[in-house]
């Protein structure tokens, strides 16, 4: 066999070795667990205020970070994948922080005033700054 297929065949196993692993580090790498981490304390105005102002700014502070977040609860809804969404009320009646719940967290009616944590994921412009992985802190 030439000496370049030799080198090529080898330098493709190599790459594929790597792949694999590099696959299976990806899909089993441990989860983050909002729960242990500490939060950056607001309320849900104060959050929402940060968005509505300068969403650059807030991206940076508070995009993909623990937040812990005081508030009233809206309400209180299910997604398709059958998990607790949360609406927390903000003074603005056409906009809320929408907190998706990893775990169910119990029974809440609107008006109740909670704490949560929670990873922040953005702010959508029309709707709300939303909020996953939440988990009830009171």
Known sequence: M???IK???IAGGIGLIAGLGLLYWIFNK???DVAKETGIQLTAQQLFDA???DEAAANKLYLDKAIELSGTVADVSTNQEGQKV???ATNDPFFTINCTFKADPGNL???DAIVFKGICTGFIP???VVI????LVK
């Open 51 to 53: 968005f509505r102002n």
């Open 126 to 128: 029309d709707a709300s």
């Open 30 to 32: 441990p989860h983050r």
């Open 132 to 135: 996953n992985e939440g988990v």
């Open 109 to 111: 009616q609107p008006g």
């Open 86 to 88: 949360v609406n927390i």
């Open 2 to 4: 030439k000496k370049w």
């Open 7 to 9: 080198v090529l065949l």
